[in-house]
Protein backbone atom coordinates (compact mmCIF):
# COMPACT_ATOMS: atom_id res chain seq x y z
CA UNK A 1 0.00 0.00 0.00
CA UNK A 2 2.16 2.89 -1.41
CA UNK A 3 -1.10 5.27 -1.55
CA UNK A 4 -1.82 8.13 1.41
CA UNK A 5 -5.81 7.84 0.80
CA UNK A 6 -8.02 4.75 -0.01
CA UNK A 7 -12.29 4.98 -0.41
CA UNK A 8 -14.78 1.58 -0.06
CA UNK A 9 -11.84 -0.78 -0.59
CA UNK A 10 -10.84 -3.98 0.72
CA UNK A 11 -7.76 -5.32 2.11
CA UNK A 12 -7.73 -9.09 3.02
CA UNK A 13 -4.53 -10.84 4.22
CA UNK A 14 -2.48 -8.14 4.62
CA UNK A 15 0.75 -9.05 7.01
CA UNK A 16 2.13 -5.49 8.62
CA UNK A 17 3.39 -7.49 11.68
CA UNK A 18 5.93 -5.15 12.74
CA UNK A 19 6.29 -2.60 10.56
CA UNK A 20 5.42 1.30 10.20
CA UNK A 21 2.32 2.05 8.44
CA UNK A 22 1.06 5.84 9.12
CA UNK A 23 -0.25 8.68 8.21
CA UNK A 24 -2.67 7.05 5.35
CA UNK A 25 -6.52 7.59 5.44
CA UNK A 26 -9.20 4.86 5.03
CA UNK A 27 -12.82 5.65 4.32
CA UNK A 28 -15.23 2.27 4.51
CA UNK A 29 -12.99 -0.23 3.84
CA UNK A 30 -12.57 -3.56 5.04
CA UNK A 31 -10.11 -5.26 6.52
CA UNK A 32 -10.08 -9.04 6.49
CA UNK A 33 -7.63 -11.49 8.07
CA UNK A 34 -5.36 -9.27 8.66
CA UNK A 35 -2.19 -9.21 10.69
CA UNK A 36 -0.55 -5.55 12.24
CA UNK A 37 0.61 -7.26 15.62
CA UNK A 38 3.52 -4.37 17.14
CA UNK A 39 2.42 -2.16 13.74
CA UNK A 40 2.66 1.46 14.76
CA UNK A 41 -0.44 2.47 13.10
CA UNK A 42 -0.05 6.48 14.21
CA UNK A 43 -1.24 9.39 12.74
CA UNK A 44 -4.10 6.92 10.53
CA UNK A 45 -7.59 7.70 10.12
CA UNK A 46 -10.25 5.14 9.70
CA UNK A 47 -13.50 6.51 9.09
CA UNK A 48 -16.56 3.81 8.88
CA UNK A 49 -14.23 1.29 8.15
CA UNK A 50 -14.80 -2.37 9.45
CA UNK A 51 -11.78 -4.88 11.01
CA UNK A 52 -12.89 -8.76 10.52
CA UNK A 53 -10.72 -11.64 12.25
CA UNK A 54 -7.59 -9.02 12.14
CA UNK A 55 -4.47 -9.49 14.83
CA UNK A 56 -4.03 -5.98 15.91
CA UNK A 57 -2.25 -6.84 18.97
CA UNK A 58 0.20 -4.58 20.67
CA UNK A 59 -0.30 -2.34 18.45
CA UNK A 60 0.34 1.92 18.40
CA UNK A 61 -2.70 3.86 17.84
CA UNK A 62 -0.73 7.26 18.55
CA UNK A 63 -3.16 10.56 17.34
CA UNK A 64 -5.10 7.77 15.45
CA UNK A 65 -8.16 8.66 14.50
CA UNK A 66 -11.23 5.83 14.90
CA UNK A 67 -14.54 6.95 13.58
CA UNK A 68 -17.27 4.56 13.99
CA UNK A 69 -15.04 1.77 13.38
CA UNK A 70 -15.89 -1.55 13.88
CA UNK A 71 -14.05 -4.41 15.23
CA UNK A 72 -15.17 -8.03 14.57
CA UNK A 73 -13.40 -11.40 15.95
CA UNK A 74 -10.10 -9.15 16.26
CA UNK A 75 -7.55 -9.73 18.74
CA UNK A 76 -6.62 -6.47 20.05
CA UNK A 77 -4.53 -7.30 23.12
CA UNK A 78 -2.40 -4.71 24.84
CA UNK A 79 -4.04 -1.87 23.13
CA UNK A 80 -3.75 1.61 24.29
CA UNK A 81 -6.58 3.38 22.75
CA UNK A 82 -5.96 6.04 25.01
CA UNK A 83 -3.50 7.41 22.78
CA UNK A 84 -6.10 7.70 20.31
CA UNK A 85 -7.39 11.15 18.66
CA UNK A 86 -10.51 11.95 20.72
CA UNK A 87 -12.14 14.01 17.68
CA UNK A 88 -15.47 12.00 16.77
CA UNK A 89 -13.85 8.47 18.34
CA UNK A 90 -16.45 5.81 17.81
CA UNK A 91 -15.54 2.09 17.98
CA UNK A 92 -17.54 -1.01 18.76
CA UNK A 93 -16.02 -4.80 19.70
CA UNK A 94 -17.98 -7.78 18.98
CA UNK A 95 -15.94 -11.38 19.55
CA UNK A 96 -12.81 -9.67 20.43
CA UNK A 97 -10.29 -9.87 22.53
CA UNK A 98 -9.44 -7.48 24.55
CA UNK A 99 -6.77 -8.32 27.26
CA UNK A 100 -4.34 -5.87 28.73
CA UNK A 101 -6.13 -3.19 26.51
CA UNK A 102 -6.24 0.62 28.28
CA UNK A 103 -9.05 3.10 27.56
CA UNK A 104 -7.65 6.28 28.99
CA UNK A 105 -10.21 9.28 28.94
CA UNK A 106 -11.91 7.92 25.68
CA UNK A 107 -15.32 8.88 24.76
CA UNK A 108 -17.14 5.33 24.68
CA UNK A 109 -20.46 6.86 24.95
CA UNK A 110 -23.45 4.52 23.91
CA UNK A 111 -20.46 1.80 22.55
CA UNK A 112 -21.29 -2.10 22.00
CA UNK A 113 -19.18 -4.74 23.21
CA UNK A 114 -20.44 -7.68 22.60
CA UNK A 115 -18.92 -11.29 23.20
CA UNK A 116 -15.80 -10.08 24.36
CA UNK A 117 -12.83 -11.26 26.53
CA UNK A 118 -11.81 -8.56 28.34
CA UNK A 119 -9.38 -9.54 31.12
CA UNK A 120 -7.13 -7.16 32.86
CA UNK A 121 -8.24 -4.11 30.70
CA UNK A 122 -8.08 -0.38 32.04
CA UNK A 123 -10.76 2.09 31.65
CA UNK A 124 -9.83 4.96 33.52
CA UNK A 125 -11.42 8.07 33.69
CA UNK A 126 -13.42 7.15 30.68
CA UNK A 127 -16.75 7.82 29.48
CA UNK A 128 -18.87 4.35 29.08
CA UNK A 129 -22.37 5.90 29.98
CA UNK A 130 -24.83 4.00 27.84
CA UNK A 131 -21.88 1.55 26.79
CA UNK A 132 -23.36 -2.13 26.61
CA UNK A 133 -21.14 -5.38 27.75
CA UNK A 134 -23.26 -7.85 26.51
CA UNK A 135 -21.76 -11.46 27.05
CA UNK A 136 -18.29 -10.18 28.34
CA UNK A 137 -15.99 -11.81 30.43
CA UNK A 138 -14.38 -8.89 32.42
CA UNK A 139 -12.55 -10.37 34.48
CA UNK A 140 -9.78 -8.23 36.65
CA UNK A 141 -10.36 -5.05 34.41
CA UNK A 142 -10.42 -2.14 36.69
CA UNK A 143 -12.91 0.66 36.60
CA UNK A 144 -10.73 4.05 37.64
CA UNK A 145 -13.22 7.14 37.83
CA UNK A 146 -15.32 6.44 34.75
CA UNK A 147 -18.88 7.51 34.19
CA UNK A 148 -20.48 4.19 33.83
CA UNK A 149 -24.16 5.94 34.17
CA UNK A 150 -27.10 3.41 32.24
CA UNK A 151 -24.38 1.07 31.26
CA UNK A 152 -25.91 -2.17 30.72
CA UNK A 153 -23.75 -4.48 32.15
CA UNK A 154 -26.99 -7.42 32.80
CA UNK A 155 -24.65 -10.20 30.78
CA UNK A 156 -21.51 -9.47 31.73
CA UNK A 157 -19.55 -11.56 33.99
CA UNK A 158 -16.54 -11.29 36.72
CA UNK A 159 -16.63 -7.55 36.78
CA UNK A 160 -15.55 -5.63 39.57
CA UNK A 161 -16.70 -1.99 39.89
CA UNK A 162 -16.09 0.46 42.86
CA UNK A 163 -19.28 2.36 42.98
CA UNK A 164 -17.33 5.22 45.18
CA UNK A 165 -15.18 5.65 42.33
CA UNK A 166 -17.44 5.37 39.25
CA UNK A 167 -20.83 7.07 38.70
CA UNK A 168 -22.94 4.24 38.17
CA UNK A 169 -26.43 5.54 37.87
CA UNK A 170 -28.99 3.95 36.35
CA UNK A 171 -26.53 1.38 35.18
CA UNK A 172 -28.09 -2.00 34.71
CA UNK A 173 -26.90 -5.26 36.67
CA UNK A 174 -28.20 -8.65 37.04
CA UNK A 175 -27.61 -10.94 39.73
CA UNK A 176 -24.96 -12.47 40.69
CA UNK A 177 -22.74 -10.30 38.68
CA UNK A 178 -23.66 -7.69 41.00
CA UNK A 179 -22.12 -8.64 43.74
CA UNK A 180 -18.96 -7.14 41.91
CA UNK A 181 -20.16 -3.77 43.29
CA UNK A 182 -19.21 -5.01 46.79
CA UNK A 183 -15.47 -6.31 45.74
CA UNK A 184 -14.21 -2.74 47.04
CA UNK A 185 -15.67 -3.11 50.57
CA UNK A 186 -13.65 -6.94 51.37
CA UNK A 187 -17.00 -8.57 52.48
CA UNK A 188 -17.75 -12.08 52.54
CA UNK A 189 -21.50 -12.64 50.74
CA UNK A 190 -22.87 -15.77 51.08
CA UNK A 191 -24.92 -17.60 48.78
Known amino acids: ?28 CTFLDCIF ?5 SQNTFTDCRFQSCNMSTALFSNTSLRNVDFRACKLTGVDFGNCNAFLFSVTFEQCRLDYSVFFKNALRNSRFADCIIHEAGFIESDLSGAVFHDCDLLNSVFIRSNLRGADFRTANNYSIDPAGNRIENAQFSYPGVLGLLDAYDIVVEY
Open 37 to 41: SDSNL
Open 1 to 28: MEEKSYYDRIFEGLDYADTEFCGREFES
